[in-house]
């Protein structure tokens, strides 16, 4: 899969009323820190925190449910069709539930 967002890790900081996400370009060769987002804190400052950690972990998220989604072949390659059957079985229907929402996940990341 290409990748077309700023490679992780990134780091969520908070000073002085404001947030930003940045990345370590020391760790892809550049010389500087970049920021992948940034802005000022307007309400709760624990709200907007874990808003920025949660943005913060979107490529080790992203990279986790990838991997994931390459373990099982019998579940990877299933059709969304054969998925939405399983469901109704209470055995498998967690696994395909589970299959679907990071196929989805990962649509909505990248953009697919």
Known sequence: MEVKHTP???KA???DGEFAVVV??????GLETRYVVAGKIRGAIG??????LLIASGPKLL????AFMELDSTFGSATDQYL???LSDGESSAIASAVLLGREA???????
């Open 63 to 66: 990279n986790a449910l990838l």
């Open 47 to 52: 709200e907007l925190a874990a808003n920025a």
């Open 13 to 15: 900081v908070i000073h």
């Open 24 to 29: 370590d370009r020391k760790a892809h060769g």
């Open 84 to 86: 939405r059957e399983m």
């Open 8 to 10: 992780g890790p990134w």
């Open 106 to 112: 990962i649509a909505s990341a990248t953009g697919g």
